[in-house]
């Protein structure tokens, strides 16, 4: 399966990049952060999880390490190349059809601000096809002020900086995003596009999808836990 590279998205640096401009090198390096915490305090213990978006098993290998089933989901096959101890299934997200259903399904990675709004919603139909009845649906979203207060940059405790440099309007609510990431010894970028989503149209976006907010798991309302809405 030979996937091109999506439109307005681009990649530089070592390394294989994927078809949204992600360097897999770039991502084995990562750091996970608070997120399995995040995730393992919102959903019950040993939970089977559709991870969307997995990349690398940056979240994947800390889930499995909780107790939790993890199905891994990525377009890019060098990235699941380096997911050990998932199945894992090479697929765009917004067409996936497993015929099954999950715990939980998860969509992080701020996927649901596709610049695409087919894509987005593809997206989120394929959360609310596969979550069970009575499991949830976890989603990561932007911060508040994600495309705004630019160029801004941080050192992450690893040892490498994260420079965050443009956010160019390029029509129908998209922004053109441009990201730096400085390693002593590499450096890639990263150019994709987002849709800036307030509150109320991401939760309006979820109701188009058979969703709802069940509740907002961090004060900056970054990570959201889902839930179908009643039939």
Known sequence: MTIEM???????GPGAITPDGCAVELYARLSVGDEPDIIASAVPAGAHILELGSGVGRM????????????AVDE???????VRGARTIRS?????????RFDVVMLASFLVHA????VRRGMLGVCRSHVADGGCVLIQREGEN??????????DPSGFTIRMLSAEPVG??????????????????????????SKEQFEAALAEAGLRVDRYLTEDRVWVRAVPLEA
């Open 60 to 71: 994947t290998h800390p889930l499995l390490e909780r107790g939790f089933t993890v199905t």
């Open 6 to 12: 999506r439109e307005g998205y681009e990649g530089t």
């Open 115 to 118: 610049g695409d709004a087919e």
């Open 146 to 155: 994600y495309h705004t207060d630019l160029p801004r940059e941080r050192l």
């Open 172 to 197: 129908d609510g998209v922004n053109s995003v441009r990201a730096e990431y400085v390693f002593p010894d590499a450096v890639w970028t990263q150019t994709f596009r987002a849709r800036p989503l």
């Open 92 to 100: 765009a997200i917004e067409t996936l059809d497993l015929g099954e």
């Open 76 to 82: 890019s096959a060098e990235m699941l190349e380096r």
